[in-house]
């Protein structure tokens, strides 16, 4: 990978992330390039009417559209990550209750967390990109559940968990694919597509 | 899996852990229990006439053994974490030349990290358990490790990368098994381990 033509290509570059998790920028933070940060407000019910991958990266456009409006002249870059299971998508879950009942839900089984990354260049160019990681869960009760619940904060991450939190330590048997993308963006991903575009005009 | 039951052990033991990786720290740390450190002084190099999972498992009972006779009465925890390609291990690289020359051998293709555990208590039984992971690295060139060396130290990870540095976020295109395992503890395996053990007498 032609990495040190990926990294100069994005230093020329004035960079958004329109993102709230703290998680993607910690992750984007790697790359060592400075960006800018912003909190798309945008309604992230998915559109009902398509199927559950397309949904996600509906999601994305979404929130990469709504930082053009804001940011006309920057590289944006805007994504969703989503957990899902019989072929539906899980999300956020909207309290401490409905978090274990996702999570129990989730017990002693394998499920997919997908990532839609959306790149909008200055000039317009816009790329959409889709990464799929599989991820084994320990079998649990709600009585684990409730200390791992009492201690972190489950609201702000699809499906209720955190790849990198206490519950992920302790109940995440197995992943197969990108780890990053389970944590919120698939870095190794993103430099690969990146090192494939052609960058001649921006 | 009965988490509180696991905890609850713990939290009756003084507990050693016996190794000078500030990533196994940091996992271990999620448990959010009391520990102490101590950076075992033992000689890693593996003995030769093993296969090389043995190997492994043996630097592990190294360190745990050197820790016992410090520390008699603490519940003793020791790991050794490995990677291995083309059936030999690899061990942590002794210069920037040797990652190097490492990293180049692991580019693009497929290697395997295992990490042996041990577990020592207080009245002298021993366990061991030992988890093994895929990773898979993207391609990359000697031009691409410059970046990575000049910003990074190598010198301390097995195979000369690090899971949650720069190298790896930018380069592990994907990983099959414990992620937890290949930061240098395989935290999930070990309390379900736990959790199967009987604890009557300690």
Redesign the interface.
């Known amino acids: 990978?032609?990495?040190?033509k990926v990294?100069n290509l994005l230093a020329t570059q004035s960079i958004l992330l329109a993102s709230g998790s703290p998680r993607r920028r910690e992750?984007l933070s790697?790359?060592?390039l400075p960006m800018e940060v912003a909190t798309p407000q945008v309604d992230e019910k998915p559109p009902a009417d398509k199927d559950v991958f397309s949904q996600i990266s509906e999601i994305a456009e979404k929130k990469a559209g709504w930082a053009r409006s804001y940011y006309p002249h920057h590289l944006i870059i805007a994504a969703d990550t989503e957990v899902i299971l019989e072929g539906r998508l899980w999300g956020k879950p909207k309290s401490r209750e409905e978090a274990k009942a996702m999570l129990l839900a989730l017990s002693g089984r394998t499920h997919i967390v997908a990532t839609s990354v959306v790149v909008l260049f200055p000039r317009r160019e816009r790329y959409l990109f889709q990464e799929k990681t599989l991820v084994t869960l320990?079998?649990?009760?709600a009585?684990?559940l409730d200390?791992y619940l009492s201690?972190e904060n489950p609201l702000d991450k699809a499906g209720g968990y955190g790849?990198q939190?206490?519950f992920g330590?302790?109940?995440?048997?197995?992943?197969?694919?990108?780890?990053?993308n389970v944590m919120g963006f698939p870095?190794?991903?993103f430099?690969?597509f990146m090192s494939r575009l052609e960058f001649t005009d921006t």
């Open positions: 990978m032609p990495w040190k990294k992750i790697l790359l060592g320990a079998r649990f009760s009585d684990d200390e201690c790849i939190d206490f330590a302790c109940f995440i048997e197995r992943i197969d694919g990108c780890f990053y870095l190794p991903r430099c690969q």
